[in-house]
């Protein structure tokens, strides 16, 4: 998930005093309450973790790469524990001059471009298949989690004004048709099925997939007709909106399972953390999870975005997120790989906030079951 267009909005927001806010209705008393920590509606998952892969720019993530992202073990605690329950394999362009989603590279991705992504995804010995591993090894250690790890992975958004995607059944589809855009989207689920089926990951399960446009200006047209293909195979249908999204106040009616808002609140130090308020604020309005979000500026710029990292956790917890929401975790694409391998005391600290806070949110799961 590229953070540019939160970014900019953010920026908007601090320059254009309350607009933001007034968009997103945040200053509104909060009266509903958030996507659940874990329910139906997110196939269980309470804490889902970005994992960039694709581009060629991407890590290709082998078991090691992934091994801190499903377990850890505190220097206080001899039990290792299980981590994140969720996996979204997210990406947005291939850094070859195609994209999935608008504004990110010079063209939109064609067919082939799409196909090899999902190729990318389900690599031998890498990004899912590694995981599978890792998670073997893991539970021959201690012991396999009370619930199975799943994954979400990523569905390009079919560019509204394409017209060299390619052919489907020997008919050249055009983009301004929304049937053609949706028949692109029905085309690629079908692949990433089969993939899955020749994978045959033995300790993961496919949860279902994700919108990556991070918002629906272009895409009210078709999302409710995609959603109903993926509800049709038993998936469920994810999006992390942008701060001010269009669309994000309406994700049940576009026809998204579970949507998770971003605050957008690290990358830009003028703003104050009161964003973070303001966010769980809109995310209870609208029965949202929220979105962790740092990168590794919290470690090589730590005194300007360390403690804005702390703002999330700190902010999430007053708002009781901690204890009530689903949560998608935005790392920068490997942070918190860099974090736990570093040998700077600072940097694995952070990592270990981080690893316990989902760590205490798994807990309180099985705590329940």
């Not at 200053?27 to 994992?51: E, N």
Request: glycine residues 8%; hydrophobic residues 45%; charged residues 25%.
């Amino acid at each position: 998930m590229a953070r540019l267009r939160g970014l900019i909005f953010g920026l908007m927001s601090v320059l254009i005093v309350g607009w933001g806010d007034s968009v997103s209705g945040a200053t509104a008393p909060a009266s509903g309450a958030y996507l659940p920590l874990s329910s139906p509606r997110t196939a269980g998952i309470a804490d889902l973790v970005l994992i960039y892969q694709g581009g060629t720019h991407r890590r290709a993530w082998t078991p090691d790469e992934l091994a801190p992202y499903v377990s850890f073990k505190a220097p206080d605690n001899p039990r290792e524990q299980w981590l994140f329950d969720g996996f979204l394999f997210i990406e947005f362009k291939d850094n070859r001059g195609r994209e999935y989603a608008r504004g990110y590279q010079q063209k939109p991705g064609r067919k082939e471009d799409w196909l090899w992504l999902i190729e990318r995804h389900f690599e031998k010995g890498h990004a899912i298949d590694a995981l599978d591993q890792v998670v073997a090894r893991t539970a021959e250690r201690i012991g396999a989690p009370l619930r199975r790890r799943q994954v979400v992975l990523t569905l390009p958004e079919p560019i509204h004004d394409q017209r060299d995607w390619g052919e489907l059944d020997g008919r050249p589809l055009d983009f301004a048709n929304p049937d053609d855009r949706i028949a692109a989207c029905a085309w690629h689920i079908r692949i990433a099925l089969a993939r899955w089926e020749t994978l045959a990951p033995r300790h993961l399960d496919l949860a279902g997939f994700y919108w990556v446009a991070e918002h629906s200006a272009h895409g009210n047209a078709i999302l409710p007709r995609v959603a109903a293909d993926i509800h049709a195979i038993g998936k469920r249908f994810y999006w992390i909106p942008y701060w001010a999204a269009a669309g994000a106040a309406n994700w049940q009616k576009l026809g998204f399972d579970a949507a998770y808002q971003q605050p957008n609140h690290f990358f830009n130090p003028e703003i104050p953390d009161q964003r973070i308020d303001l966010a769980c604020a809109f995310a209870r309005t609208n029965g949202m999870g929220l979105e962790f979000e740092c990168d590794w500026r919290a470690v090589q710029s730590a005194d300007v975005f360390r403690p804005r990292l702390h703002a999330y956790l700190q902010g999430f917890e007053r708002n009781g997120v901690q204890t009530q929401a689903a949560m998608a975790y935005y790392e920068g694409g490997g942070a918190l790989l860099r974090m736990a391998q570093s040998d700077d005391p600072e940097a694995w600290a952070l990592y270990q906030a981080v690893a316990r806070w989902v760590a205490s949110r798994q807990q309180r799961i099985e705590t329940r079951r």
